[in-house]
């Protein structure tokens, strides 16, 4: 695509629902088998783990605080989408266990699943103009100013929670966590890269 090209709002909404959809079915693989992730999705569902409550209205919390950083540093229009991600994606995960349930998942294709599922969720919001909030808009922001990849920020900060984690979930689910979260992350890293997709 040249510059002057860009997504319609139909293509966005498309895009968005895609990416939240996805995002969604990652969740379930990933409370399903008891795993923990980075970003503020892995510290709403450390949360919810710990105190019970549901994953949906945590991750909408803990994003509260990223939304001025997306509307001062990636702009109006890209905050307005990430909050409609996040809200979505906050409604979605509420409901969709209802909907879909696992009669066999093993902890390696679990983490394996999640980390394409959801790495092409991200993809899905990141070429839409959006995110899903929290560490990914300051990932994205870096990228933009420095040319730093988004993925390799995320999985710098991901390892820093995963530092944590073995006092909080036992170490083999640690270990499969942290192989969903390198999957993702390496999704991002190797294919977002802004002078192949430009536009927004």
């Known amino acids: 695509m040249t ?3 860009k997504h319609s709002l139909i293509e966005d909404a498309q895009g968005i629902a895609f990416g939240v959809s996805m995002a969604s079915f990652g969740v379930l693989i990933l409370t399903h088998l008891g795993f923990v992730t980075g970003q503020t999705a892995g510290l709403a569902i450390l949360i919810s783990y710990a105190t019970g409550w549901g994953f949906g209205p945590v991750f909408f919390a803990v994003n509260l605080p990223f939304y001025w950083l997306g509307y001062k540093r990636m702009g109006l229009r890209f905050m307005i989408k990430t909050f409609v991600a996040v809200a979505s994606l906050s409604v979605l995960t ?3 266990p209802s909907h879909i349930a696992f ?3 093993t902890p390696v ?3 394996i699943l999640f980390g394409f599922v959801t ?5 899905a919001l990141f070429r839409h103009g959006s995110s899903l909030g929290g560490i ?3 990932a ?5 100013k420095t040319g730093f990849r988004a993925g390799w920020t995320q999985l710098l900060f991901d390892g820093a929670l995963f530092i944590v984690a073995p006092g909080l979930r036992d170490l083999p689910t640690v270990a499969y966590s942290f192989l969903g979260a ?3 992350n390496l999704v991002i890293a190797i294919n977002h890269r802004k002078d192949r997709y430009i536009a927004t």
């Open 109 to 111: 294709v679990g983490a």
């Open 136 to 138: 990914g808009i300051l």
């Open 182 to 184: 390198l999957v993702v």
């Open 140 to 144: 994205l922001y870096i990228q933009e």
């Open 103 to 105: 009669a066999t998942l």
């Open 94 to 96: 509420t409901i969709l």
């Open 119 to 123: 790495g092409a969720a991200l993809m």
């Open 3 to 5: 510059a002057t090209e």
